[in-house]
């Protein structure tokens, strides 16, 4: 378990490091975390290891009322600690306390789970339910991607080889909405064996305007799932959630693994849905009741 | 100070050198050694056709290659079979490096070295083995199927058809007011020490001597096995086991292949090599246990009383069995439990599979015995009725029955005779910490949080300490150093504490005084290793017979100085004194200086016992015959048979019916190994030991596919609980000493982790009222069960229903 040579640079500049991208089997490297056990165990070999960690000006967590703007080096631990995206965008916080342990956490980024595109991350999914985009740049320039043009198949994404994520953006949570994110994994830290992630948002009556869902561990690529249909209409208090776990059972197509039968994960879809969207509900509520 | 430690909670010693990083394991050792790796076998069974290096010759700082063909002599052979048996008709051990075949995943075809671990692999890399894929048998019930066969030459797969009998069990089932037959299975899993296996080897030219680091369980062992397949004099060899990362069995079997081939490098090459194995070679490479069928007849009277039990097992040893059939002896053997069967007959046929070997895995068969007789207990209550303890009660072996004769042989050759033990008191003792009685009301009370409740026991009497022996050496140097060795190697355990509590108590010497030294065959060459929880048991009372040694002989030397006589005399604190008269004492370390007549004045203690020196008689020599320099004693504990430790689980578990989420909320434990050395450590033992019984009832198992493809090789796929995943444990003792050994003591090692599968599979049935047949089991799989139309439920269950809507 020891990897196959590499050549390693780790550029000072934006610049330097899109040249080095630009050889053939050239690779990012963040935090590492899913990488460096690639490459030990010569699953991945490539050429060139292109050590990001040294680029000026990727740090960085942006916050604003329009959403929170996580830098490519931002590690989960400093994310889930920030009080400002936590605020405008809950979701942040409440899925990067999911993932894995905090060693972990504290080197792992936020950006590089996303880039690599693991349809078991939680930020994957994230992106995907608060309709999010990402930057990449690359010797051509810096474009914004929203994740549906991202997403291409588990561990794949569309931007090229010589591209890397710079930033990721979260739209910041609408106004009388609540949030909730829940997993069920084998041990604790674990990739869940089905996660859950969802926004409700209410009407000016305290009724459900609109709830979705996006899950980890479920699928290929993160999906988003609307699920409004169960529920639309209903004064919050009535709204029949477990329709809604009902409904997602039926959108989802999960796979068997060693851990759990797809039966099973369309089970804990139905319930995480249940459970998390009657969380999220009561926080609208509480927003609402707060406005 | 006192020095009369035995049975206190002495902190461990070893912990502070372990806990901070200055361990001394075997990849601490020899940073500058050439690094050896393996290219290992990718399928479960295959003809190798051809070996072609050519492309990782030009890899730069390659040093040598070795295939089968480089072997000669002794190393051309097959590996040992480390314990024969009449009943192993068909037993087979692979080769250290393949020749011509290969019968699972991991096996070694070549071994490459070079400069380093990184470049070693490279090579491995560019190495292209050409195999002819052969059919692949996985599993116990593909091995009896036999469809195919893993060596070609046996083709019914069965290794050895293990049987014992205690009387003529079909007219007693015959005769049984009732009978039950059922089959369940339980999984594989392994020992998954934190610290793979490893090997470093230095070969000196000039002195033509070898020095082994291995990460092993028996030193002296692996050294008789080096100097046997290298074709060198036993005194040319030194193995020393350094700190170990844990073993739990995996490493008591030896000599593994890279054990020799690296010392053989190391000769071949006049060089350092160091191989440390990584975590996917010791999923691939090492050994499992665990996996077995089992069919179960029991005859049983309208009170729940067995009449005879007729036990046949197919048990999984994988591809070779280097350990003969112990794990199978040890099952057939411990299954009986603290129980009193009429009748018992048991066969345990042992099947090849084209998978990585089965060798002893903490608990060693026992917790597959656990769970065959317990379930059975389990569906006796079931049947009529009746409290799943009060069927356990009825049949237990009372505490006035001792020495109880099972008319069984164990793993050592010797009778199934328990020494001594209390099983009413253990269960008494179990009903109270878990709160039995109470179990409906906690029932009831989960009921309105949601969830489903259950209660499940298990108990288990443990064979521990077999012989044939261990020996212990104790030294006391001029300094007052008290020097202690034995040659069982230590793997974590807290030896060094508790065998120095051992010489502190028995030899009057405060515990600071005391440096032991295990498992290192410069210092202790005869030793047969540390397993089937046998350390304290052998060499804690081998290690007190040589105290007792030092300390006769101390009161010999220093009765003389003081013109007492040696019953008159006592050790404390160091100090040897005439008992009531304070003031005329002489230190131990001056003893120790007195005993060798040769007493060059190097040192202060050297000057001090010139006082105490008597002018020698000029008509006797210095040493009297049959006498010895120094202050030293050697002896050896060798058991009639194993003692028998004996203990009782019991597991509370809550289930989220809306995920079927297994929560381990209590457990309890009533552990019984007689005299205690050391409380702290004990609890420690059964700790980890529940910790790998709920791995292995709950989370871990080997998932091979069909085609011997182990698809969780890695500690994110092979799920070994965290501490999150472990219960809190409420312990009790109690202490039935065994009167066969000089200390009381039984063996600890392994008890924790023998009933888990049976309690938790016991408290999972309760809970859900459907027949758990198959460990482990995850969420997953439960959910499958209560939603199979066919899935039985148990009569438990029914009544329970009745007895609502009444």
Same mark, same amino acid.
């Given at each position: 378990?020891?990897?196959?040579?590499?050549?390693?640079?780790?550029?000072?500049?934006?610049?330097?490091?899109?040249?080095?991208? /630009?050889?053939?089997?050239?690779?990012?490297?963040?935090?590492?975390? /899913?990488?460096?056990?690639?490459?030990?165990?010569?699953?991945?070999?490539?050429?060139?290891? *292109?050590?990001?960690?040294? *680029?000026?000006?990727?740090?960085?967590?942006?916050?604003?009322?329009?959403?929170?703007?996580?830098?490519?080096?931002?590690?989960?631990?400093?994310?889930?600690?920030?009080?400002?995206?936590?605020?405008?965008?809950?979701? %942040?916080?409440?899925?990067?306390?999911? *993932?894995?342990?905090?060693?972990?956490?504290?080197?792992?980024?936020?950006?590089?789970?996303?880039?690599?595109?693991?349809? /078991?991350?939680?930020?994957?999914?994230?992106?995907?339910?608060?309709?999010?985009?990402?930057?990449?740049?690359?010797?051509?320039?810096?474009?914004? %991607?929203?994740?549906?043009d991202f997403f291409v198949g588990p561990l794949e994404t569309s931007i090229p080889g010589g591209a890397v994520v710079t930033s990721a953006f979260f739209?910041?949570?609408?106004?009388?909405?609540?949030?909730?994110?829940?997993?069920?994994?084998?041990?604790?830290?674990?990739?869940?064996?089905?996660?859950a992630g969802v926004v409700v948002t209410l009407d000016g009556d305290r009724r459900v305007e609109s709830a979705r869902a996006s899950y980890v561990s479920v699928g290929l690529t993160p999906e988003v799932h609307d699920l409004t249909d169960a529920v639309a209409g209903a004064p919050v208090e009535q709204a029949d959630w477990a329709a809604a776990g009902e409904l997602a059972r039926t959108l989802v197509d999960p796979d068997t693994d060693i851990h759990a039968s797809a039966d099973y994960r369309r089970l804990l879809v139905g319930v995480l849905t249940e459970r998390t969207l009657a969380s999220a509900a009561a926080e609208a509520v509480a927003g609402a009741t707060r406005e | 100070m006192t020095t009369k430690l035995f049975g206190e909670p002495v902190r461990r010693r070893e912990d502070q050198r372990l806990i901070t990083g200055k361990g001394r394991y075997l990849d601490d050792i020899g940073h500058t050694a050439l690094a050896a790796a393996f290219v290992r076998s990718p399928h479960a069974h295959a003809r190798i056709t051809d070996i072609d290096v050519d492309e990782a010759l030009d890899v730069e700082g390659l040093v040598a290659i070795y295939t089968y063909e480089d072997l000669t002599g002794p190393m051309a052979e097959p590996l040992p079979v480390l314990i024969p048996h009449p009943q192993l008709h068909a037993p087979r051990t692979g080769f250290p490096l393949a020749n011509g075949e290969v019968n699972h995943v991991g096996e070694p075809v070549v071994m490459v070295v070079a400069t380093d671990r990184y470049v070693a692999e490279d090579a491995c890399d560019r190495i292209v083995v050409s195999y002819e894929e052969l059919p692949v048998v996985v599993g116990v019930d593909a091995a009896r199927a036999a469809e195919h066969a893993v060596h070609e030459e046996i083709p019914d797969n069965v290794a050895a058809r293990h049987h014992q009998e205690t009387g003529d069990v079909e007219p007693a089932l015959a005769a049984a007011p009732r009978t039950l037959s059922f089959t369940q299975y339980i999984e594989r899993s392994a020992c998954m020490p934190m610290e793979g296996k490893g090997v470093h080897a230095k070969w000196d030219a000039d002195d033509s001597s070898l020095r082994v680091y291995t990460s092993t369980q028996a030193s002296t062992s692996v050294r008789a096995a080096i100097a046997a397949?290298?074709?060198?004099?036993?005194?040319?060899?030194?193995?020393?086991?350094?700190?170990?990362?844990?073993?739990?069995?995996?490493?008591?079997?030896?000599?593994?292949?890279?054990?020799?081939?690296?010392?053989?490098?190391?000769?071949?090459? !006049?060089?350092?090599?160091?191989?440390?194995?990584?975590?996917?070679?010791?999923?691939?490479?090492?050994?499992?246990?665990?996996?077995?069928?089992?069919?179960?007849?029991?005859?049983?009277?309208?009170?729940?009383?067995?009449?005879?039990?007729?036990?046949?097992?197919?048990?999984?040893?994988?591809?070779?069995?280097?350990?003969?059939?112990?794990?199978?002896?040890?099952?057939?053997?411990?299954?009986? !439990?603290?129980?009193?069967?009429?009748?018992?007959?048991?066969?345990?046929?042992?099947?090849?599979?084209?998978?990585?070997?089965?060798?002893?895995?903490?608990?060693?068969?026992?917790?597959?015995?656990?769970?065959?007789?317990?379930?059975?207990?389990?569906?006796? &209550?079931?049947?009529?009725?009746?409290?799943?303890?009060?069927?356990?009660?009825?049949?237990?072996?009372?505490?006035?029955?001792?020495?109880?004769?099972?008319?069984?042989?164990?793993?050592?050759?010797?009778?199934?005779?328990?020494?001594?033990?209390?099983?009413?008191?253990?269960?008494? $003792?179990?009903?109270?910490?878990?709160?039995?009685?109470?179990?409906?009301?906690?029932?009831?009370?989960?009921?309105?949080?949601? $969830?489903?409740?259950?209660?499940?026991? &298990?108990?288990?009497?443990?064979?521990?300490?077999?012989?044939?022996?261990?020996?212990?050496?104790?030294?006391?140097?001029?300094?007052?150093?008290?020097?202690?060795?034995?040659?069982?190697?230590?793997?974590?355990?807290?030896?060094?504490?508790?065998?120095?509590?051992?010489?502190?108590?028995?030899?009057?010497?405060?515990?600071?005084?005391?440096?032991?030294?295990?498992?290192?065959?410069?210092?202790? !060459?005869?030793?047969?290793?540390?397993?089937?929880?046998?350390?304290?048991?052998?060499?804690?009372? &081998?290690?007190?017979?040589?105290?007792?040694?030092?300390?006769?002989?101390?009161?010999?030397?220093?009765?003389?100085?003081?013109?007492?006589?040696?019953?008159?005399?006592?050790?404390?604190?160091?100090?040897?004194?005439?008992?009531?008269?304070?003031?005329?004492?002489?230190?131990?370390?001056?003893?120790?200086?007195?005993?060798?007549?040769?007493?060059?004045?190097?040192?202060?203690?050297?000057?001090?016992?010139?006082?105490?020196?008597? &002018?020698?008689?000029?008509?006797?020599?210095?040493?009297?015959?049959?006498d010895a320099p120094g202050l030293e004693h050697r002896d050896y504990y060798s058991p009639i048979r194993s003692t028998f430790a004996s203990g009782a689980h019991a597991a509370i578990v809550e289930i989220d019916p809306a995920t079927w989420e297994i929560d381990v909320v209590k457990y309890a434990v009533v552990h019984d190994c007689g005299n205690v050395v050391n409380p702290m450590i004990v609890e420690g033992q059964v700790h980890g030991g529940v910790a790998q019984g709920v791995g292995g009832a709950l989370y871990e198992r080997m998932a091979y596919d069909a085609d011997g493809q182990l698809q969780n090789a890695s500690f994110m796929d092979f799920l070994m609980p965290y501490a999150s995943e472990v219960p809190n444990i409420d312990i009790d003792h109690q202490q039935t000493p065994s009167p066969l050994n000089p200390l009381g003591i039984k063996g600890a090692g392994e008890a924790g982790v023998i009933p888990g599968t049976a309690a938790i599979a016991s408290a999972i049935e309760d809970a859900v009222g459907r027949r758990i047949a198959s460990m482990p089991i995850s969420p997953t799989e439960l959910y499958d069960l209560v939603r199979d139309p066919s899935s039985e439920r148990t009569a438990t269950a029914a009544r329970r229903e009745a007895g609502a809507m009444a």
């Open positions: 378990m020891k990897p196959a040579p590499f050549r390693y640079a780790d550029p000072r500049a934006l610049d330097e490091a899109l040249a080095l991208l /630009s050889e053939d089997g050239a690779k990012v490297l963040a935090g590492g975390q /899913s990488l460096l056990p690639l490459l030990s165990m010569r699953l991945a070999a490539p050429a060139v290891l *292109v050590d990001i960690n040294r *680029v000026p000006g990727l740090d960085a967590i942006e916050v604003d009322d329009t959403g929170v703007r996580v830098g490519a080096l931002v590690r989960h631990s400093t994310l889930l600690a920030d009080e400002g995206a936590a605020r405008v965008q809950p979701l %942040l916080a409440r899925a990067t306390a999911n *993932v894995a342990h905090p060693a972990i956490r504290n080197r792992g980024t936020t950006v590089g789970s996303i880039a690599h595109a693991d349809p /078991s991350g939680e930020m994957t999914s994230v992106l995907a339910l608060t309709d999010g985009t990402v930057t990449v740049a690359s010797a051509a320039g810096t474009e914004v %991607l929203g994740w549906r739209p910041a949570l609408p106004q009388r909405s609540g949030t909730a994110f829940a997993e069920i994994a084998r041990r604790k830290g674990d990739y869940a064996v089905c996660g | 397949k290298l074709k060198l004099s036993l005194d040319k060899v030194e193995v020393i086991a350094p700190d170990v990362g844990g073993g739990f069995g995996v490493k008591i079997v030896h000599p593994w292949p890279e054990e020799l081939l690296v010392p053989l490098a190391a000769i071949n090459l !006049g060089r350092e090599v160091k191989w440390a194995e990584d975590r996917r070679e010791h999923f691939i490479g090492s050994a499992h246990e665990r996996q077995q069928r089992q069919e179960i007849t029991v005859g049983y009277d309208d009170d729940g009383r067995i009449t005879a039990l007729d036990v046949h097992i197919w048990h999984d040893n994988g591809a070779y069995t280097p350990y003969g059939i112990i794990v199978p002896i040890v099952t057939a053997t411990q299954l009986v !439990g603290p129980y009193a069967l009429p009748v018992y007959r048991v066969v345990v046929e042992s099947v090849f599979t084209n998978t990585v070997i089965v060798t002893p895995y903490r608990g060693a068969g026992r917790p597959q015995g656990c769970y065959a007789m317990e379930r059975t207990m389990d569906r006796i &209550a079931d049947d009529l009725g009746l409290d799943r303890a009060v069927v356990r009660e009825r049949n237990l072996i009372q505490a006035d029955q001792f020495p109880y004769d099972h008319r069984l042989t164990f793993q050592d050759g010797r009778p199934v005779i328990y020494d001594s033990g209390d099983y009413p008191g253990l269960l008494d $003792k179990l009903r109270t910490l878990v709160g039995w009685s109470e179990a409906e009301h906690l029932r009831a009370d989960a009921a309105e949080r949601g $969830k489903l409740l259950g209660v499940g026991m &298990a108990l288990y009497v443990e064979g521990t300490g077999p012989g044939p022996y261990e020996g212990g050496h104790v030294q006391v140097l001029g300094s007052g150093k008290v020097l202690v060795s034995t040659g069982l190697t230590s793997q974590g355990q807290g030896h060094e504490t508790a065998f120095a509590q051992i010489v502190a108590s028995e030899l009057g010497v405060p515990i600071e005084d005391v440096e032991v030294t295990t498992g290192d065959t410069r210092r202790f !060459g005869y030793a047969v290793g540390t397993f089937a929880s046998r350390a304290a048991v052998m060499s804690g009372n &081998a290690i007190a017979l040589a105290a007792r040694g030092v300390r006769e002989k101390a009161l010999r030397i220093a009765a003389d100085v003081l013109e007492a006589a040696p019953e008159d005399l006592e050790i404390d604190a160091g100090l040897v004194q005439v008992k009531g008269v304070p003031g005329t004492s002489i230190p131990l370390r001056t003893v120790a200086v007195l005993s060798n007549p040769l007493r060059y004045a190097f040192d202060e203690a050297a000057k001090q016992a010139t006082q105490f020196a008597k &002018a020698g008689d000029d008509d006797k020599p210095p040493v009297a015959v049959g």
